[in-house]
């Protein structure tokens, strides 16, 4: 990885064993000069599929990804924490799906656009609690395109960057210039 170039990499989520992350994120520094950004599914691959609205899941996951955060902040090799990974699928594009009584009762695009609101207001509500508790590294959102990002805008104002998962083909085409326009984070 090092004759490659690598300088960063990505754990989706953390090992099960913190002493044997710890030993993976340090030797991956120390010996290669490779940061790692660790992340946070968010419940997306639970079964059954994660409902954000949910208080007893947001708190379990609130749970998780702060324990996470105490466990590692304190690495040198840390480089950033990643909240999810194309969650926004379950609203934006019917990847495991979600809903609340109101949500039932709404016509589909006020439907997805509420469920957006309740996503991105958990993810802001993540990000407050990380920075409480680790203000030295930013705290990423994993995005899958850019769907609803104009409520992230607005409900997510405390995520520092867009981790910006995209499948544009062999360029990124309007991409940044939509992102620029409707989010205006750093990607």
């Not at 997805?112 to 802001?124: D, G, P, V």
């Not at 609690?129 to 995005?143: A, L, R």
Request: hydrophobic share 35%.
């Amino acid at each position: 990885m090092q004759q490659a170039g690598v300088n960063a990499v990505r754990l989706y989520e953390a090992g099960r064993n913190v002493e044997e992350t710890r030993t993976l994120i340090r030797d991956l520094f120390q010996k290669f000069g490779i940061k790692t950004a660790i992340g946070h599914y968010l419940g997306f691959w639970d079964w059954p599929p994660a409902n954000y609205a949910d208080p007893v899941l947001r708190d379990r996951v609130k749970n998780e990804v702060l324990d996470m955060v105490r466990a590692y902040k304190d690495e040198d090799g840390i480089l950033f924490w990643i909240l999810g990974n194309e969650n926004n699928y379950s609203f934006d594009r019917g990847v495991r799906p979600w809903s609340t009584p109101e949500t039932e009762s709404m016509p589909p695009l006020e439907a997805r656009r509420e469920k957006a609101k309740i996503y991105y207001t958990f993810i802001n509500e993540l990000a407050k609690e990380i920075k409480k508790i680790d203000p030295d590294h930013p705290v990423v959102m994993g995005n899958g395109e850019l769907a609803s990002i104009d409520i992230a805008k607005e409900y997510a104002p405390d995520v520092d960057i867009l981790g910006g998962i995209i499948y544009q083909g062999k360029t990124f085409g309007t991409y940044f210039d939509r992102l620029n326009r409707n989010f205006d984070k750093p990607n």
